[in-house]
């Protein structure tokens, strides 16, 4: 039985702790037994909303051993990993951390505050010998699976487009408003925009160059709407992003569209459409599970079976996302192409 610690309760930890709950309930060899959160409010199971409902809010907290430090946490508790929700300045000291007292690391995306931090983080798995993975999820979610292996197989035939777009509400409800705080999240682009540039980088690679423009809209913030386009040999690729989309009506969405020589797929309020040429379209028989269940479960069934869970998301990949980020970072400030 994997004994789990979850360090931090905001709008992703809420999430998480719904997912664990439900793999307990399921009979998964798993438990959850104790929550971490600097916040003491969080103690009575005050869970944090964001710009998706994902918490489940008839959660028992009395079950839980409550603390506000890791590392008395992990001092005190017999665990096998902990599931890290915090701030994004904070993944790389504390993944090391945990890492460094035995334990193995399920880290939130981005996988760092920066890609030296992410090498550090790297350096600690290899020397303390720990399992660690970013949740980078879009990896994970049946419909991006869905283009991966449209791609694998070549059914369509090459690629020609693809364009992607995330965005939504201002995230206020972070923790002492972290998340508009560049130097703790890196804004819009590090925080919300990574999702779409580890996309490309998961299904393309590495872009010869990145052309980015934007614009900061809270002060201290960082970019908060981003629009780059990214250079790869014979397919146009864009990716954009706003999180100042402050009406009720729209909420949050992900979109993306892929364009083949034989068809082209869409994803869109939601829902799924695979648009072959000269043929009907179809909503395709995907798995209607979140990405974020087979994420965690991913993880840790790894652990179980004693296989490093790096073939899902590789660590040398989450780091070349950020990378990249930092490649659009210096675009949009520099006002010009940059070349990685």
Not at 7 to 17: D, E, I, K
Not at 173 to 195: E, V
Request: glycine residues 8%.
């Amino acid at each position: 039985m994997l004994k789990v610690g979850l360090v931090g309760l905001g709008f992703m930890g809420s999430s998480h702790l719904g997912i664990y709950k439900r793999l307990m309930d399921e009979g998964y060899p798993l438990e959850l037994v104790a929550i971490c959160d600097v916040d003491e409010k969080k103690r009575t199971g005050e869970l944090t909303q964001g710009n998706i409902d994902v918490s489940d809010k008839s959660i028992d907290f009395s079950q839980f051993n409550f603390y506000t430090d890791m590392e008395e946490m992990i001092d005190k508790e017999n665990l096998d990993y902990v599931d890290l929700c915090l701030p994004t300045y904070l993944h790389a000291p504390y993944s090391i951390k945990a890492m460094e007292k035995g334990l193995h690391v399920f880290c939130e995306k981005p996988m760092a505050i920066s890609s030296a931090a992410c090498q550090e983080m790297i350096d600690a798995k290899t020397k303390y010998d720990r399992y660690l993975m970013i949740g980078q999820t879009l990896r994970f979610f049946p419909s991006y699976r869905y283009i991966k292996d449209t791609l694998d197989s070549g059914r369509y035939g090459k690629l020609n487009e693809v364009a992607l777009f995330r965005g939504g509400t201002t995230p206020l409800w972070s923790w002492d408003n972290w998340l508009l705080d560049n130097a703790r999240s890196g804004g819009c682009l590090l925080d919300q925009h990574i999702h779409d540039v580890d996309t490309i980088n998961w299904l393309l690679g590495t872009p010869k160059s990145v052309n980015s423009i934007g614009k900061v809209y809270f002060e201290g913030s960082g970019y908060d709407m981003v629009s780059t386009n990214y250079e790869f040999d014979d397919v146009v690729v864009n990716a954009q992003d706003n999180w100042t989309i402050n009406n009720n009506d729209f909420g949050f969405e992900m979109r993306f569209r892929f364009s083949f020589q034989e068809g082209t797929i869409i994803l869109e309020k939601g829902k799924l459409v695979d648009y072959p040429n000269n043929e009907d379209s179809f909503e395709p028989d995907i798995d209607s599970e979140s990405g974020y269940y087979i994420e965690i479960k991913h993880f840790a069934q790894s652990i179980i079976d004693g296989k490093d869970p790096q073939e899902a998301a590789p660590l040398a990949s989450t780091m070349e996302t950020i990378r990249i980020a930092e490649a659009e970072v210096a675009s949009a400030d520099q006002k010009k192409t940059v070349t990685l």
